[in-house]
């Protein structure tokens, strides 16, 4: 089982970029966008309904702002749009399909960087965030969440990371909460399961030479579920085209959807 994630920093740039004709080439079984800044009339063309798979959409109210969606070759048992929230949902964050006893999510955690007031949204939906989290850990279902958490979670995340300790994607607290989830939560980054290797990001900033140097933050993630921690076959970054500002994150799971 494929799935690719990808922070698309606007699914119609990206279509632009090339991203479709790369995407139709990958065999995915899921893929899962983040930051497609469109609204639904905006989805409308053939371009935006990749042959071969369901796909499903949440735009944010504001136009050109965040939105997720996920196309599945394999036709969901459900669909789960938003986290429950109205002050998250209204932004398009968050976006789940279920198939048999697996889930997979769309998730686009805020980003602090802009002002303080986006930094304590952004806690504010850490701290709603973990105990739903908690809960699916409890649950007998398997899931893969997808998606720009926003987080470098350690120093081999993020190539500046000692000048970084004070912004946001990089706080201790941040960190902390990452902390959490991967050591008393039961959930784990897929990637790291199989990938302990430096120099591995998946967003670089539009300033300076950063792409170039390959100055990055490893943001993207796969997080998965207890039962799925043995079942990571492949983790890598693409990085031969650009589509965005993020890298296209693709993991292989020995895992058989039915």
């Given amino acids: 089982m494929r799935i690719i994630s990808i922070n698309t920093n606007g699914i119609r740039a990206a279509e632009r ?95 602090g960087s802009s002002k303080e007031e986006r930094q304590t949204f952004k806690y504010s939906v850490m701290d709603r965030f973990m105990p739903i989290l908690q809960e699916k850990a409890k649950s007998e279902r398997d899931f893969i969440i997808c998606g720009d958490w926003n987080i470098a979670h350690k120093e081999i995340d993020l190539k500046n990371w000692k000048a970084n300790q004070k912004n946001s994607g990089f706080l201790p607290e941040e960190r902390a909460w990452l902390d959490q989830l991967f050591t008393q939560e039961l959930w784990a980054d897929g990637f790291r399961s199989i990938n302990q290797e430096p120099d591995q990001y998946t967003w670089w900033s539009n300033r300076g030479q950063a792409w170039a140097k390959n100055v ?12 799925l921690q043995d079942k990571v076959l ?19 799971y020995d895992y058989s959807l039915k």
């Fill in 216 to 227: 990055g933050w490893r943001i993207d993630y796969q997080v998965i579920s207890e039962h």
């Fill in 17 to 111: 970029k090339g991203f479709f004709p790369w995407l139709a080439k990958q065999d995915a079984d899921v893929v899962c966008i983040q930051e497609t800044k469109a609204q639904p009339e905006q989805l409308i063309a053939d371009a935006f309904r990749p042959n071969g798979y369901h796909c499903y959409y949440h735009s944010a109210e504001k136009k050109g702002y965040s939105g997720v969606a996920i196309y599945s070759k394999h036709h969901p048992d459900n669909v789960i749009v938003g986290m429950g929230f109205d002050d998250i949902d209204s932004e398009g964050r968050y976006l789940e399909i279920q198939i048999g006893k697996l889930s997979v999510i769309s998730l686009y955690l805020p980003s």
């Fill in 234 to 252: 492949s983790a890598s970054i693409y990085k031969d085209e650009r589509f965005s500002d993020h890298a296209p994150l693709i993991m292989d």
